[in-house]
Nanobody
Framework: QVQLVESGGGLVQPGGSLRLSCAASGRISSFIVMGWYRQAPGKERELVATITSGGSTNYADSVKGRFTISGDNAKNTVHLQMNSLKPEDTAVYLC?????????WGQGTQVTVSS
């Protein structure tokens, strides 16, 4: 059974920073793609950032220049450094991972940006 465990969410003031981490465990090989999505109340889930096993990254336009994704293919971990946070970044952030033949989602971690 594959598990994705997220950490690092919390409450931060506008302009602040948070770092999210996600670790995959279980009977898995190295990931193909790992990344983060987010879902705010009343809104659809949206892509935030992804990284491939080769290191290629992809970001939503709304977070470009503020968020940085990094990953360790050998350890099946991914991190999301979030700077200059805005109230509109408030959401549940979910880790996702694609492995050969299957993909998985984490439970999510709450990020709240508020003064």
């Amino acid at each position: 059974q594959v598990q994705l465990v997220e950490s690092g969410g919390g409450l931060v003031q506008p302009g602040g920073s948070l770092r999210l981490s996600c670790a995959a465990s279980g009977r898995i090989s190295s990931f193909i793609v790992m990344g983060w999505y987010r879902q705010a109340p009343g809104k659809e889930r949206e892509l935030v950032a992804t990284i491939t096993s080769g290191g290629s990254t992809n970001y939503a336009d709304s977070v470009k220049g503020r968020f940085t994704i990094s990953g360790d293919n050998a350890k099946n971990t991914v991190h999301l450094q979030m700077n200059s946070l805005k109230p509109e970044d408030t959401a549940v952030y979910l880790c996702m991972a694609v492995f050969p033949g299957n993909n998985h989602w984490g439970q999510g971690t709450q990020v709240t940006v508020s003064s």
